[in-house]
């Protein structure tokens, strides 16, 4: 520039800038590429003259805006808190969030098996997720994060309903009606569908049950404790379980 003509030098670094702070280019100086503003030493490109003019900018390499939004926007949705959309900022929650969902997710699958909880496929499924995400490049963490986004929200969901749902008195109580069941439902429901038929040997409730009310009583309890714990939607009737087994 000369003369009247040109950008004064502080307006430059300012436009310039406000480009690199909203991800749109990338710097790179001395052979260092500093992908976002919390890249260490990345304000000292802006804040030093000669620092700046030293300094190459670019639109930043691999992933599009829109990507980054998406991959912004989708962090957002499975932990419920905002994040950055530049590149460095992204890969550095991902890996964040995400190791700290794989330490939580093994606990989760450890219940599931132990208690043979309904679900534990859609965990597991999620496991694998998590794991090809923490396994990608460093620098590559997005692309298999936007790949599996459709299975990631719907997985994160019963994940996180799961984690909440399952407290120990809840497990507990899914315990007591999954031993009610073995026990006692096939006869119960032998005798839901034909009043008529005694029970069988080594079929008959405790003396307390073997009168024809309570069995009326009992049956159609056994039946609903058996729907509700028949796949993932336990989730939602764990009130129900809970009241039927009193």
Do not use: C
Request: proline content about 4%; overall charge neutral; cysteine-free.
């Amino acid at each position: 520039t000369g003369g009247e003509y040109g950008w004064e030098n502080h307006a430059v670094r300012l436009v310039v800038a406000t480009l690199f702070r909203g991800g749109y280019i990338q710097a790179k100086a001395e052979g260092k590429t500093y992908f976002d503003h919390k890249t260490p030493g990345a304000t000292g490109l802006f804040t030093n003259i000669r620092s700046f003019r030293s300094t190459s900018f670019a639109k930043p390499m691999g992933f599009t805006l829109q990507e980054r939004m998406e991959a912004r926007n989708l962090l957002t949705k499975l932990f419920h808190k905002p994040f950055d959309h530049t590149v460095d900022a992204l890969n550095r929650d991902i890996r964040e969030q995400f190791t700290e969902v794989q330490t939580q997710l093994s606990n989760e699958v450890a219940k599931a098996e132990t208690h043979r909880l309904p679900g534990l496929e859609t965990l597991k499924a999620l496991q694998q997720k998590v794991k090809n995400i923490l396994g990608s490049p460093e620098a590559d963490r997005i692309h298999p994060l936007l790949a599996a986004k459709d299975e990631l929200l719907e997985e994160f969901t019963f994940y996180q309903k799961f984690s909440k749902v399952t407290s120990p008195e809840n497990v507990k109580a899914i315990a007591q009606a999954q031993i009610f069941l073995e026990n006692q439902w096939q006869a119960l429901q032998t005798f839901s569908n034909n009043p008529l038929t005694p029970f069988g040997k080594g079929e008959s409730l405790e003396a307390s049950r073997e009168d024809e009310g309570e069995r009326q009583k009992l049956a159609p309890i056994a039946d609903r404790l058996a729907s509700n714990l028949g796949g993932e939607h336990f989730l939602n009737h764990i009130s129900q379980i809970r009241t039927d087994l009193h």
